[in-house]
């Protein structure tokens, strides 16, 4: 017999109803604290994407971005238009194309993440006692369980 899951929780709908809405506009004003060059949201994440991981192909990135391919095309091609990233051949695999950060990419990244960061703290600071901050750093471990 196949087990039937548990109905779900009042409060469980409302943490995630919360968290999804809290997580939106926290991704959207980190969006707006660091992009001096109007890059869009998922041209930001695909550099972010080859900063961590490393060189992909376009079929790569639109399955780890959860996109269609011709979408992940068109970002590439945007990004590689302003010189933020490169397609080579595959060393192994002369038919596949690979897509990597190019040094201005790579700058680019870097640059976001210290300003992200540094208005987040900032704000953190300015709007939390060292109470509240600790909570924070607490709820960390709670909100990483989600992505485990």
Do not use: C, N
């Amino acid at each position: 017999m196949a087990e039937t899951a548990s109905p779900l929780s009042a409060s469980a709908v409302r943490a995630a109803r919360q968290l999804r809405v809290m997580v939106g506009r926290l991704r959207r004003r980190l969006h707006e604290a660091y992009d001096a060059e109007e890059l869009s949201m998922s041209q930001v994440s695909v550099l972010s994407r080859l900063d961590k991981d490393g060189p992909a192909s376009v079929t790569e990135l639109a399955a780890a971005e959860r996109v269609r391919q011709q979408s992940a095309g068109t970002t590439v091609a945007a990004l590689a238009d302003k010189g933020l990233v490169e397609r080579q051949s595959d060393p192994d695999d002369g038919r596949r194309t690979v897509v990597s950060l190019t040094p201005a990419g790579r700058a680019s990244v870097d640059d976001k993440r210290a300003a992200g960061e540094e208005w987040l703290a900032r704000v953190v600071q300015d709007r939390f006692t060292e109470a509240e901050r600790q909570q924070l750093i607490s709820a960390m471990t709670l909100l990483e369980r989600l992505t485990d």
